[in-house]
């Protein structure tokens, strides 16, 4: 039962979302508190816990259909473990909730309300934002923007036009994001009657439309302050990454698999560069 509760937390991506609460935490307050400590572990794993847990649970019937789940994608929870997923949920993801409300203030309330909305209305019976094409990207890429909003709002950081620009390129970065990972699961989803950006637009749409977006991303980087800028150019290797697939059919959509691993691996190279550069903005910045 553990296992498959680790499984379905995907522990490959619980940096994804504990890294952008964390960095943007530290980088206002600069120092490491209870506050980033409690804040960092609750967006490392009951957050991940929650956002995939109930999207497994939900996404029962679908992930039957799909052969990348089973593994580091994502489990095949049998359903004798649905109900024990859902108050894991419930069980790892309050107390922190109720430590991060007394810590915080309204604004940031605001922020952690709307991110485990998004995480809660992506899979959840009624909402399922996933099945709706193009709030699906929209809401998947809440999920990971979210805590780095709300690290800003926790700690009190002063709103300007480059963190706007900051925010909002990682917000379209991760709109492309889920756009071309959609693209892979177009057969299961559409066997499964499940709605998504790239089952109504096609694969080949989906591919060029992600395209666009990381490269859109890179450019809003140019409108933060140095070493920003060269964060933008990481966003090539993304949009280069799925050139290959410029021209994938429906049909064909299941081999975009292969692009989501390279994606699942400059995450990795990609979060390092970003920590050089971050740390490079903690030595310019006062």
Request: proline content about 6%; cysteine-free.
């Amino acid at each position: 039962m553990i296992r498959q509760l680790l499984l379905s937390s995907r522990p490959l991506s619980w940096v994804n979302t504990a890294y952008p609460f964390a960095a943007a935490y530290l980088l206002t307050v600069r120092e490491v508190d209870w506050v980033f400590i409690v804040g960092t572990i609750y967006f490392l794993v009951p957050y991940n816990l929650a956002m995939y847990g109930i999207n497994d649970v939900f996404d029962y019937e679908s992930d039957l259909r799909n052969p990348r789940k089973g593994g580091v994608e994502g489990a095949v929870l049998d359903r004798s473990l649905h109900r024990i997923t859902l108050w894991g949920v419930v069980i790892t993801n309050v107390p922190f909730l109720v430590v991060l409300v007394l810590a915080g203030s309204p604004l940031s309330w605001l922020v952690l309300a709307v991110s485990v909305f998004a995480v809660i209305a992506y899979s959840a019976p009624v909402l399922r934002f996933k099945e709706r094409p193009f709030l699906d990207s929209l809401t998947s890429s809440t999920h990971f923007v979210s805590p780095a909003v709300y690290g800003f709002a926790l700690a009190g950081a002063t709103v300007t036009p480059a963190l706007v620009a900051l925010l909002a390129a990682y917000f379209v970065w991760g709109v492309a994001s889920h756009a071309f990972g959609a693209v892979q699961d177009i057969v299961p989803d559409r066997e499964a009657g499940i709605g998504s950006v790239a089952t109504v637009i096609g694969a080949r749409a989906t591919v060029r439309l992600a395209f666009v977006a990381y490269l859109v991303s890179g450019a809003l980087m140019l409108l933060t302050p140095w070493p920003g800028p060269l964060a933008g150019l990481l966003a090539l290797p993304y949009a280069v990454s799925i050139l290959p697939f410029w021209s994938i059919t429906d049909a064909e959509a299941e081999g975009a698999n292969r692009g989501w691993r390279r994606f699942l691996l400059l995450n990795f190279v990609t979060g390092f560069l970003v920590t050089l550069l971050l740390i490079w903005t903690w030595i310019l910045t006062p």
